[in-house]
């Protein structure tokens, strides 16, 4: 194999690993937004989960317990603290 | 004291946390995913955590003596599987069958959920949901198993995250007495919320 041939095949092999990178990359930022969409998705749908938003007469445990809300701050945190790192390891890695 | 659903909501909470962070390192791959230490921890030490918040749940919740030996070998078997993934996180276990700990929660769990629930299918949601969930748990089982033949498999990975998505959308699905499908047994008590 000549060594232009084999180069160019590096190039191009670099090139379609970047791209799978970038693509997973985008893919591990958007899990955390996804998972919020959900939470906001299922708040919209199911409005009565939400005690909050009608929270007279309700008890302590029944204003603690907001379901769609547990699935928005799971987003927010994995967004937050775990996607970053990862994306940039994913990055470095390519 | 909360009620029981309320429970099942706040580990739904936590098992999704788990059922992201395997999807992430089903996406990056396991290479990627190891190059900080304390990535490594997190799963394994969440799992470990909601073992120990079990005890509680097992001395509070004792309707029966079969949930206190469910929710009891539920809560051991969590601690058991989240340890030894924390010692293959540390490389301190280096045998990949330390995994085969994991199969044994989902197995246990699995069936703690299904003998725990001594109603039929159809008699509530609760009932309906803890055994599907516990049908769910063993047939996922499969997947920490084809980890510990396999570490690297993407495949099992990402099996292992989507049975926990399912099992966190079955256990936010759940209620203490509510219909399922249109029906609810007359002695299964008012139905809420």
């Given amino acids: 194999m000549s060594a232009e041939l084999a180069q160019g095949l590096h190039h191009e092999g670099a090139a379609t690993r970047s791209r799978s990178a970038s693509l997973r990359t985008r893919l591990v930022l958007a899990l955390g937004p996804a998972t919020v969409l959900a939470?906001?998705?299922?708040?919209?749908?199911?409005?009565?989960?939400l005690t909050?938003?009608?929270?007279?007469?309700?008890?302590?445990?029944?204003l603690v317990s907001e379901p769609p809300l547990y699935v928005v701050v799971v987003g927010i945190v994995f967004r937050l603290v775990v996607a970053p790192a990862l994306a940039a390891d994913l990055d470095r890695r390519s | 004291m909360?009620?029981?659903?309320?429970?099942?909501?706040?580990?739904?909470a936590g098992i999704l946390m788990v059922a992201l962070l395997s999807l992430s390192e089903a996406v990056v791959g396991p290479d990627v995913w190891a190059m900080r230490p304390w990535r490594r921890y997190l799963w394994p030490g969440l799992a470990f955590l909601m073992g120990v918040l079990m005890w509680p749940v097992m001395t509070f919740y004792t309707n029966s003596t079969i949930h206190m030996v469910a929710h009891g070998s539920w809560a051991q078997t969590m601690m058991l599987a989240g340890a030894s993934e924390l010692g293959l996180a540390s490389g301190k276990l280096r045998s990949q069958w330390w995994r085969l700990c994991t199969v044994l929660m989902m197995l246990v769990s699995g069936g703690a959920f299904i003998v725990h629930e001594q109603q039929h299918w159809l008699f509530s949601r609760a009932a309906f949901l803890h055994h599907a969930m516990g049908w769910t748990l063993i047939a996922g089982a499969v997947f920490p198993l084809l980890r510990a033949r396999r570490p690297q498999s993407t495949f099992a990975v990402a099996g292992f995250a989507s049975v926990l998505l399912v099992l966190t959308v079955m256990l936010f699905c759940d209620r203490d007495t509510a219909a399922v499908f249109g029906h609810i047994s007359q002695s299964a008590g008012v139905p809420h919320r």
């Fill in chain 1, 39 to 49: 939470g906001v998705g299922w708040s919209l749908v199911q409005p009565w989960r």
């Fill in chain 2, 2 to 12: 909360p009620h029981a659903e309320m429970v099942h909501w706040w580990f739904g």
């Fill in chain 1, 52 to 62: 909050i938003l009608h929270p007279y007469h309700q008890g302590f445990w029944w």
